[in-house]
């Protein structure tokens, strides 16, 4: 791709999409036709690129694929070189810049979808429809993996539609189907109801779970009628340095892995004297095996709205992004909903609940990049630009999003925030441990058979969340916190910050993937690597080349062992570990490590 304009011309189809996200061109300067007042006044550009991935989602949506004509007139209508907005089409996976059917199927070959038999459907699939390319292709976790092995098919068109399937079986090929002709609108697939992935749904004692399956999703009416706003209400009472308090003294940390203590990332973007502050909740959760974070926002849409709100009130935000996954279809709809009756209803917009503070939504979502998740990529997401991580400090609490204050925490964290302002910091921190507090969402997939979110408090072991899930067999090895994660076989960890650290193991985003004897270690870490190549951003050079060299020598493994190659893993893994510039190329190795040290894989 060129850096100048290339002429080329979007199609009706392509152009019409773009003025349905952006509004009709005003004059040639911006992509419209040519007139003779254009000759006469030159408008001044003003750039626009924040709003460059929801522009090629747009035209990727309704067409299947981006063309150069359709690049060139987004570039045109934003203000952006075509050269830098054709290295952002090309960097999501959910993207194309080549020809393809409207209807792809993504297949999950990913942790949880292949230790329950991924690969048998992967070769059903080539034998229907050919090697992976146009049609469909093999995709890393997709969040489904309480009904693995699992697929999504993702088909453009106006509106667009999703198909979500699983549990797959290998002889059922209705998901190998290609195309409308083969699969009408009016046979879509159903997706089961929300609460099928919570086994303890309905159960008394749940906190952030209570709602799920117990009160309508798509109701205002409902979710206040269960307890809804009385967070926010107490919120308003207390202002905004009480709500900040609560949360200090209620101990709550992140619960997206790097477990920072919320209250202080509050406090900090709270008080800071550039303005505007902006909140980014992050839900993007692309760790392989995480699946909470859908599940809330599928069954319990406007807890997050309300916890969002609460958290903009504390910290002086009037602007909110709520980041979210792509390839999550049902939770994108039903927080559209959510959103919009808020903002109706007068619980989002300018004087929330009469109270004189004024906060809003957007939306924006995300297109295939696990990379996205880490906090400073997303900003990068959302301005426009590819999604990489930036170098800190300077922090996001101090330089975020267009360079102003931001605070960013992912979906649970978020929800957590209501409980304990509804009972008090109090009553939330004798929840737990002293040192980990409240209650924790644990994602179980693997060889169980009963695999779904489970919500305990933190000390409860983890045997006791096992006996809950159902092992079919005698677990080999527990992979804890995802292919970022570590490989356990004490069944007797306290799942607590402190407990798994000890074990020198993480909690991570709530992983819980077990393995049995029928499953393949070997394969299941050259996912794990391959995962790893794929994500790399490539902006650094030992996340960039570490994760190439580490999936090569597992290869090599996988046929002869050679202990240079296990001397080589180690160095390259310490080496990742210690000079990547976030967290993918230093938590690469972890897994492979750990199943190395204590599993005594290639011994």
């Not at 922090?395 to 929800?415: A, D």
Request: net charge negative; with cysteine.
């Amino acid at each position: 791709m060129d850096l100048r304009f290339r002429d080329a011309e979007p199609t009706a189809e392509e152009r019409a999409a773009v003025d349905a996200l952006l509004g009709p061109p005003s004059s040639a300067w911006d992509g419209g036709e040519r007139t003779g007042a254009d000759l006469r006044v030159a408008a001044r550009a003003e750039s626009a690129r924040d709003l460059l991935l929801p522009a090629l989602h747009a035209v990727n949506d309704r067409v299947g694929w981006i063309s150069e004509g359709a690049l060139d007139y987004i570039c045109r209508r934003l203000t952006v070189p075509p050269a830098e907005a054709y290295g952002v089409a090309t960097f999501y996976s959910l993207l194309s810049v080549e020809p393809r059917p409207a209807r792809v199927l993504h297949l999950c070959t990913d942790l949880a979808c292949h230790a329950k038999g991924s690969d048998a459907v992967r070769r059903r699939i080539e034998e229907r429809l050919g090697p992976p390319g146009q049609s469909w292709q093999p995709s890393p976790c997709l969040g489904l993996c309480e009904r693995a092995p699992a697929a999504l098919a993702l088909e453009a068109g106006d509106p667009p539609a999703a198909d979500v399937y699983g549990p797959i079986d290998p002889d059922d090929t209705a998901y190998a189907q290609n195309g409308k002709a083969a699969a009408p609108h009016k046979e879509r697939t159903e997706e089961p109801p929300v609460e099928a992935a919570v086994p303890q749904a309905g159960q008394d004692g749940l906190v952030l779970l209570r709602r799920i399956g117990v009160a309508d999703p798509a109701s205002l009416d409902d979710y206040r009628a269960k307890g809804g706003y009385a967070a926010l209400r107490r919120a308003f009472r207390l202002g905004p340095a009480g709500v900040i308090r609560e949360v200090l003294e209620s101990g709550l940390v992140g619960r997206g892995g790097a477990a920072f203590p919320t209250g202080r990332k509050w406090d900090a973007t709270a008080r800071q004297p550039d303005h505007p502050h902006y909140l980014v909740c992050n839900a993007d959760e692309s760790e392989p095996g995480t699946f909470k974070d859908r599940v809330i926002m599928e069954g319990d849409p406007y807890a997050l709205v309300e916890a969002m709100t609460i958290a903009a009130y504390a910290t002086g935000c009037a602007k909110g992004y709520l980041y979210i996954r792509g390839e999550y279809p049902r939770a994108i709809r039903r927080l559209e909903h959510a959103i919009a009756t808020a903002r109706s209803r007068g619980l989002l917009g300018a004087d929330i609940l009469g109270q004189g503070f004024g906060f809003d939504i957007e939306l924006r979502r995300g297109a295939g990049a696990y990379i996205c998740g880490e906090e400073t990529a997303i900003f990068n997401s959302i301005e426009g630009y590819r999604g990489e991580p930036r170098s800190k400090p300077p922090f996001p609490v101090e330089k975020g999003l267009f360079g102003k204050p931001t605070v960013v925490n992912n979906v649970e964290t978020l929800v957590n925030v209501l409980p304990i302002l509804e009972h008090g910091a109090q009553a939330y921190a004798a929840i737990g441990t002293e040192a980990s507090t409240g209650t924790k969402l644990f994602c179980v997939s693997g060889t169980v058979a009963k695999p779904g979110i489970y919500e305990l408090p933190f000390g409860a072991t983890l045997r006791e969340l096992l006996d809950l899930a159902s092992p079919v067999a005698e677990p080999r090895a527990v992979l804890l916190g995802g292919a970022a994660g570590a490989f356990v076989t004490d069944l007797d960890i306290p799942l607590t910050f402190e407990g798994t650290r000890q074990a020198g193991a993480t909690l991570g985003s709530g992983v819980v993937l077990v393995l049995d004897d029928s499953v393949d270690l070997k394969a299941i870490l050259l996912r794990i690597a391959e995962f790893f190549r794929d994500e790399s951003c490539g902006q650094c050079v030992p996340c960039r080349v570490g994760t190439v060299r580490q999936e090569e020598a597992l290869h090599r493994l996988s046929e002869r062992v050679d202990e240079r190659d296990l001397l080589l893993l180690r160095e390259v893994g310490q080496t990742m570990r210690d000079a990547s510039i976030c967290g993918l190329g230093q938590t690469a190795w972890n897994a492979v490590e750990s199943a190395i040290e204590r599993l005594g894989v290639y011994r």
